[in-house]
């Protein structure tokens, strides 16, 4: 009675259950990615962006530079807010914030607690409330520079757009922008064009050595590209395309043929074999078949692969840094957060998370709006 109808299996739901849970598990990083990306540089380095809600503690210094020091039962002494200080004014600019520690050394911020009196190695009593208002006395005229002070605030939680303003706005990111537009369409649809006419040949045409050539594809599908990287890159130099645009183009195409003919291959050979048949028939020629039948009615494999060509082109780093000038007149948009952004902003997270969210926006944007037919592809042939 386990299959009554009506019911469920434990089978079915422990699948629905596990697909939900690898759903989550993948989502999690680009929703911290993206979370990253709108957070304060600070408030990044002292905390997670899960827990970017809430407030965070993070250590400053400044100068007790607020007011004229007054001479008070024999001692110099200076008053003021910490959070006015011009060192610290601008992160407190809003009035937020609360001080839960103090300190007189850069390697200790948090020795003394908010409200306590400590004292420096020379002598002198340092008072910091919770509120920011400070005491400082010494013993001995202050000079002209303020005494350095160290501290811990909690800062609330600060969300902004800097980070991608400075993307956006960063030299060369348009045209890098451009580029990886310039390589990714042309090597989107060279590869389709010419593994489309592939697999029809080793769907419905019968010549020699046919399954050879089925035999090899699907050998090639487990060779890494990686292999092939530098003797074509010798074969593009000794031709005269190396490290060119045509040069990728031809890199991307070579790479993603075997996976595009396999795929599209499968599809065709599991169409209606009595429309080609009639077809024929008919009198019509091989061409006439391909672009008047086979082509429209093969739409959801091209589709499909085209997505798989378009997230690998654009996503890509290796091939582009390998068949383009190093010059950053031609980076793409990889090559420009690995070269450019992480040599000269490596310690800055939120700017690096908002170049990475900005280059897979496109990707996620193709990948949605074109996912059913990636279903309808990939499922083509697994099944008869």
Not at 9 to 22: K, Q
Not at 357 to 384: E, N
């Amino acid at each position: 009675m386990d299959n009554m109808a009506g019911q469920k299996s434990g089978l079915v739901i422990a699948t629905n259950l596990s697909v939900i849970f690898m759903v989550v598990l993948w989502l999690i990083p680009t929703v911290g990615l993206l979370v990253s990306s709108f957070r304060d540089r600070d408030q990044i380095s002292a905390s997670g962006w899960w827990q970017a809600p809430f407030s965070v503690e993070l250590a400053f210094r400044t100068r007790a530079d607020d007011g004229e020091p007054q001479l008070i039962d024999g001692r110099y002494v200076i008053e003021g807010n910490i959070f006015e200080t011009e060192e610290v004014q601008e992160a407190f600019a809003e009035g937020e914030g609360t001080i839960t520690a103090f300190g007189t050394r850069g390697a200790e911020p948090g020795q003394f607690p908010a409200g306590t009196e400590g004292e420096t190695r020379d002598g002198d009593l340092v008072t910091i409330n919770p509120d920011g208002t400070y005491i400082y006395s010494t013993a001995e005229e202050p000079g002209r520079r303020a005494p350095r002070i160290y501290f811990q605030a909690d800062t609330p939680a600060e969300f902004t757009l800097f980070n991608y303003r400075t993307i956006l706005g960063s030299a060369g990111m348009d045209r890098a922008f451009i580029n990886t537009l310039t390589v990714t369409i042309p090597a989107t649809i060279i590869p389709i064009l010419i593994a489309a006419f592939a697999a029809y040949a080793l769907a419905w045409m019968q010549f020699p050595g046919r399954g050879i050539l089925i035999a090899a594809v699907v050998g090639l599908l487990v060779v890494p590209l990686q292999l092939a990287l530098v003797p074509l890159l010798k074969l593009h130099n000794e031709i005269g395309i190396g490290q060119s645009f045509l040069g990728i183009w031809l890199a991307h195409t070579g790479f993603g043929l075997p996976l595009a003919i396999y795929l599209l291959r499968n599809y065709m050979v599991g169409l209606p074999r009595d429309i080609i048949e009639s077809a024929k028939v008919d009198g019509a020629t091989d061409f006439q078949i391909f672009t008047k039948i086979i082509l429209p009615l093969s739409f959801p494999a091209l589709a499909s692969f085209a997505i798989f060509q378009f997230l690998w082109t654009w996503n890509d780093l290796l091939v582009a840094k390998v068949f383009l000038p190093s010059n950053s007149e031609s980076w793409v948009m990889t090559v420009k957060i690995a070269d450019d952004l992480l040599g000269s902003r490596g310690g800055d997270w939120g700017i690096l998370a908002a170049a990475a969210f900005i280059s897979i926006a496109v990707p996620l944007i193709v990948f949605f709006a074109m996912q059913k037919y990636l279903v309808r592809g990939l499922l083509a042939g697994s099944v008869k």
